[in-house]
T-cell receptor, first 113, second 110 residues
Framework: DVKVTQSSRYLVKRTGEKVFLECVQD?????MFWYRQDPGLGLRLIYF???????EKGDIPEGYSVSREKKERFSLILESASTNQTSMYLC????????????FGPGTRLTVL | EDKVVQSPLSLVVHEGDTVTLNCSYE??????LLWYKQEKKAPTFLFML????IEKKSGRLSSILDKKELFSILNITATQTGDSAIYLC??????????FGAGTRLTVKP
């Protein structure tokens, strides 16, 4: 049974703070993804990674960076959080090709004050 | 524990067939149910359902929610090979918590 975990369910930060969101998967999946989910906008892809140390920009990478030093861990970094980054952040992982089933974590609700 | 269950996990049909995908849930303080189609690296949004019994329709796709029986169905009529994808259901509840089902992989053969 695939398990994708995210470091926090709820997070409150102040404008300008550096924020780290961690995601860990336990099924040796090659691909990992970070999305944000906002009301009325559906899921939007921020970044994804298809291998250790490899990353690709998604649809909305501005204001974010990522790190994948180990296969099981994919971190999303907000260098200087802003109020428009208040959102639900979802991590996912998948095996093999990018069109394979994605398994989602529980999400982190980030509020930036 | 709150959960979202999709069925079937996998489905193979021929072009022209009609398919029905199911999503059942057990959550407290339900807010909405969303359907997504995943073909490439990111799922694309299809429908959001909040009220029971009101059908949402887009072309050959339609969806309805039953809040009493706690499930939703996604119907696709006159299927085409381009409908082949993974269909994901997600439920939003409580303080905007969200959980995805495992998805249904639909394959439409010519």
């Amino acid at each position: 049974d695939v398990k994708v975990t995210q470091s926090s369910r709820y997070l409150v930060k102040r404008t300008g703070e550096k924020v780290f969101l961690e995601c860990v998967q336990d099924m040796d999946h090659e691909n990992m993804f970070w999305y944000r989910q906002d009301p009325g906008l559906g899921l939007r892809l921020i970044y994804f990674s298809y291998d250790v140390k490899m990353k690709e920009k998604g649809d909305i990478p501005e204001g974010y960076s990522v790190s994948r030093e180990k296969k099981e861990r994919f971190s999303l970094i907000l260098e200087s959080a802003s109020t428009n980054q208040t959102s639900m952040y979802l991590c996912a992982s998948s095996r093999g090709i990018l069109t394979d089933t994605q398994y989602f974590g529980p999400g982190t609700r980030l509020t930036v004050l | 524990e709150d959960k979202v269950v999709q069925s079937p996990l996998s489905l193979v049909v021929h072009e022209g067939d009609t398919v029905t995908l199911n999503c059942s849930y057990e959550v407290t303080n339900f807010r909405s149910l969303l359907w997504y189609k995943q073909e490439k690296k990111a799922p694309t949004f299809l429908f959001m359902l909040t009220s029971s019994g009101i059908e949402k329709k887009s072309g050959r796709l339609s969806s309805i929610l039953d809040k009493k029986e706690l499930f939703s169905i996604l119907n696709i009529t006159a299927t085409q090979t381009g409908d082949s994808a993974i269909y994901l259901c997600a439920v939003v509840w409580g303080n905007n918590d969200m959980r995805f089902g495992a998805g249904t992989r639909l394959t439409v053969k010519p």
